[in-house]
C-alpha cells in the first residue's frame, strides 16, 4: 500500500515536472519559433502553447521597435573636411523566422553595417550638403539598410543623423563666411535704400521746380524744427537768402517800371511823352 502511495507520488510529481516544461507563455509583443529536432516547424503567436519537452525548443524574438545608437564615425566628406558624425536607427523584426536562422546576432549585425553605411553615405556628399541635405542622407543610408536587412527579416524604420562635429579650424571659417554673407546683405540692403532715396528726392526736386513756393514753405518748415528746442541761433538757408534778394531785384525793378511810366508834362509845345508813336501837336504822326 505504502509502495503503490510513493509510485502514485512520483507519477504525480513527473507529471508537474513535465506540465511545467512543456508550457510556453508567449506575451503580446512576441513571437515564438519552434524548433523541433533541430528543424523550425512552426513559429507560435501569442498566448499559452505548448511544446514536448526535450525534443522542442522555442526561441522567443521581441517584434517591438528597437532604438539602436550607432556611435560617432570619424569621416571625410568629398571635399577632403574631417568630421565626426554620430546617428541613430530603428528597426523592428517582421518575420521571426529569418530573425533566428539566416544570421546569428542580428542587432550586433545591424550595428555593424549601420556604421559602415554610414561612412559610405556621408562620404560621397561635401559639408554643406551633409549639413544642410541631411534628410536626403537619412532617406539614402535607410534604403542600403533595408536592401540588407530585409534578408535577414528586419526592416529598418528611420534613420537620423543625431550629432555633427566640426574642426574648430573650420567652425572659424564657417563662423568668418556667415559674418562676411551678413556684410554683404547689409551693404545691399543699404544701396537699396540710396537708390529710393535718391529716387524720391529726385521726383521731389520736379515737384519743388514745378511749384518754386514748395521750397520755400521746406525753408520755413526747417526754420520751425530749429525753432522747437529752443535755440538762440536763426540759420537761413542759402536757397531764401537768395529768394530775399530776388524779391527785392523785383520790387526795385517794378519801382523803376511805376517811374518810367508816369505821364509827363508837355512844355514849349513839345509832344507828350506816350506808349505809342509819338504824337506831334499839328496832329500828325511819325
Given at each position: 500500500m505504502n509502495a503503490a502511495a510513493g509510485?502514485?507520488?512520483?507519477?504525480?510529481?513527473?507529471?508537474?515536472?513535465?506540465?511545467?516544461?512543456?508550457?510556453?507563455?508567449?506575451?503580446?509583443?512576441?513571437?515564438g519559433v519552434l524548433f523541433r529536432l533541430g528543424r523550425v516547424v512552426a513559429v507560435r503567436e501569442p498566448g499559452l502553447n505548448f511544446i514536448i519537452p526535450v525534443i522542442d525548443q522555442m526561441k522567443k524574438v521581441s517584434m517591438r521597435i528597437i532604438t539602436m545608437p550607432i556611435q560617432s564615425q570619424g569621416i571625410i566628406t568629398r571635399d577632403n573636411v574631417s568630421v565626426d558624425i554620430s546617428a541613430v536607427a530603428y528597426f523592428r523584426v517582421v518575420d521571426a523566422r529569418k530573425s533566428v536562422v539566416a544570421i546569428e546576432n542580428v542587432h550586433a549585425a545591424i550595428d555593424q553595417i549601420a556604421q559602415t553605411t554610414l561612412r559610405k553615405v556621408v562620404g560621397q556628399h561635401t559639408l554643406d550638403q551633409a549639413l544642410a541635405e541631411t534628410d536626403a542622407i537619412n532617406a539614402d543610408i535607410r534604403q542600403i539598410l533595408d536592401t540588407t536587412?530585409?534578408?535577414w527579416g528586419v526592416e529598418v524604420t528611420l534613420v537620423e543623423l543625431k550629432d555633427i562635429q566640426l574642426p574648430d579650424s573650420m567652425k572659424r571659417a564657417m563662423a568668418r563666411q556667415a559674418e562676411a554673407e551678413r556684410e554683404k546683405r547689409a551693404k545691399i540692403i543699404a544701396a537699396e535704400g540710396e537708390s529710393l532715396a535718391a529716387a524720391a528726392l529726385g521726383e521731389a526736386s520736379d515737384t519743388m521746380m514745378a511749384h518754386p513756393l514748395a521750397l520755400q514753405l521746406r525753408n520755413l518748415q526747417t526754420l520751425v524744427e530749429l525753432g522747437v528746442d529752443k535755440?538762440?541761433?536763426?540759420?537761413?538757408?542759402?536757397?531764401?537768402?537768395?529768394?530775399?534778394?530776388?524779391?527785392?531785384?523785383?520790387?526795385?525793378?517794378?519801382?523803376?517800371?511805376a517811374s518810367a511810366q508816369a505821364p509827363q508834362t508837355p512844355s514849349n509845345g513839345s509832344a507828350a511823352v506816350l506808349d505809342g508813336p509819338a504824337v506831334l501837336a499839328s496832329g500828325t504822326t511819325r
Open positions: 509510485i502514485g507520488l512520483v507519477a504525480a510529481i513527473v507529471v508537474i515536472i513535465v506540465a511545467a516544461t512543456s508550457i510556453r507563455v508567449v506575451f503580446q509583443f512576441q513571437r536587412t530585409l534578408e535755440n538762440t541761433t536763426v540759420v537761413f538757408p542759402a536757397p531764401l537768402m537768395s529768394a530775399i534778394s530776388d524779391i527785392s531785384g523785383f520790387f526795385a525793378r517794378e519801382s523803376a517800371a
